[in-house]
């Protein structure tokens, strides 16, 4: 599997307040940003694979969903995710 437990925590650890934060919003998409690039790579080799490009673009709103979220409550956090992460935005 290419997202181990021990992956995520490392993506909580770094961008969440600490590891065991799995429900802060710089750690979801911090995940979903990882999730995304590995299902973008898998669609380049395998581009008739319908149900990877409907889990894609799912995660794609997830995302943009949390973005938004953040970008509402905090625009400090917003802007230091979207850096880190290096999203266009």
Same mark, same amino acid.
């Given at each position: 599997? %290419?997202?181990?437990?021990?992956?995520? +925590?490392?993506?909580?650890?770094? %961008?969440? !307040? @600490?590891?065991?934060?799995?429900?802060?919003?710089?750690? +979801?998409?911090?995940?979903?940003?990882?999730?995304?690039?590995?299902?973008?790579?898998?669609?380049?080799? @395998?581009? !008739?694979?319908? @149900?990877? +490009? /409907?889990?894609?673009?799912?995660?794609?709103?997830?995302?943009?969903?949390?973005?938004? %979220?953040? !970008? /509402?409550?905090?625009?400090? /956090?917003?802007?230091?995710?979207?850096?880190?992460?290096?999203? /266009?935005?």
């Amino acid at each position: 599997m %290419y997202l181990t437990p021990e992956k995520k +925590q490392e993506f909580f650890a770094k %961008y969440g !307040k @600490n590891a065991e934060d799995t429900g802060s919003a710089e750690g +979801q998409i911090a995940m979903f940003s990882f999730r995304i690039a590995h299902l973008t790579d898998h669609l380049k080799e @395998n581009r !008739k694979d319908a @149900n990877t +490009q /409907r889990s894609l673009i799912t995660l794609v709103g997830k995302r943009r969903r949390l973005l938004d %979220y953040l !970008k /509402r409550k905090d625009i400090e /956090r917003y802007r230091a995710i979207v850096k880190d992460l290096g999203l /266009r935005r």
